[in-house]
């Protein structure tokens, strides 16, 4: 996980802000309707067509993203700036290190869109194997086995021992037994420095030719130009993307991957239903709300 205070596990849900305080929140990207409704009713919320949003680097204490880039400029930027409350998992987009830097809070929402992503893997896709223990990845491993009773392997430095006690698996030591072992390989992590280009020719090397690759996480995973070097050589018999180093990904640059016939490309619309959007952005205004009460207990 990329450096920050990250906070995942945050309770929500506490009803709703007296009069006497509402903590001013500026919402940088679109929200589904009915989370931008739950957070006017819990924050003075300044809108991207509110006269004041502009200045929401030098008046924010609290940010609301989905996709907004947020850069160690901006952060420095954003002198009062306490936490950011961010729709979905990931926060590539946001310079982790900056906000740790600067005491800013990042709370995600972790597992609010896990099925809906899980299931998008399954329509891409045995012995599975999973790098990435998580929310996503578990349920991932559920599905698959309750569908098909698959074999699963997974590997995840971070995850305890028993994180998986209730779901039968072999837990392997390795990213390269992982990659060995599978016929279907789905990645569940992070793009950081350590796992950009975890994928390489040399990984593809290592797979069985039947196997397939699935991304359902983040682009700069897998190293796409030897992705389709993989299979045009037959290192893999295909691959699914539903995340590329570009997006949305364009003909431009992707016409050669997307050519070949054994290739199946989706524009990162995994947690792109309406009621995972809907679930995802209500969550981060909660876990938000949460959070500035408690700022607020200890101040």
Not at 20 to 46: E, G
Not at 72 to 91: E, F, M, N
Not at 150 to 179: C, G, K, N, Q
Not at 279 to 291: G, I, P, Y
Request: with cysteine; hydrophobic share 45%; glycine share 8%.
């Amino acid at each position: 996980m990329a450096p920050g205070i990250l906070l995942e596990d945050t309770s929500y849900g506490a009803g709703e802000v007296t009069a006497a305080y509402k903590p001013t929140v500026y919402l940088l990207d679109d929200f589904h309707p009915i989370a931008v409704k739950r957070a006017k009713a819990l924050f003075n919320l300044i809108t991207p067509t509110h006269p004041d949003w502009q200045s929401w680097r030098e008046n924010a204490e609290f940010l609301l993203v989905k996709g907004s880039t947020l850069t160690a400029s901006d952060i420095k930027a954003a002198s009062k700036l306490r936490a950011i409350g961010k729709q979905g998992v990931g926060i590539d987009k946001i310079d982790a290190q900056a906000c740790k830097d600067a005491g800013v809070a990042i709370i995600n929402t972790p597992g609010v869109n896990a099925t809906a992503v899980a299931e998008l893997v399954l329509t891409l896709t045995m012995t599975l194997g999973l790098i990435g223990m998580g929310n996503i990845g578990k349920r991932v491993a559920e599905i698959f086995q309750g569908a098909f009773g698959s074999s699963i392997v997974a590997y995840d430095p971070f995850m305890p021992a028993d994180v998986w006690d209730d779901l039968p698996h072999t837990r392997i030591s390795t990213p390269a037994e992982v990659i060995e072992a599978a016929d279907v390989l789905s990645l569940h992590v992070p793009l950081t420095a350590s796992t950009r280009d975890m994928l390489t020719y040399k990984e593809k090397s290592m797979m069985r030719p039947e196997a397939i690759i699935i991304d359902a996480a983040r682009g700069g995973i897998v190293n796409e130009a030897d992705l389709c070097r993989a299979l045009s050589d037959g290192l893999i018999w295909g691959a699914g993307l539903d995340c590329h180093e570009e997006e949305p990904p364009t003909k431009a640059r992707y016409a050669a991957l997307w050519e070949h016939p054994r290739m199946v490309s989706t524009p990162h619309i995994g947690a792109a239903t309406n009621q995972t959007q809907m679930e995802t952005a209500v969550a981060a205004v909660e876990r938000l709300h949460a959070h500035t009460g408690e700022l607020r207990a200890v101040s």
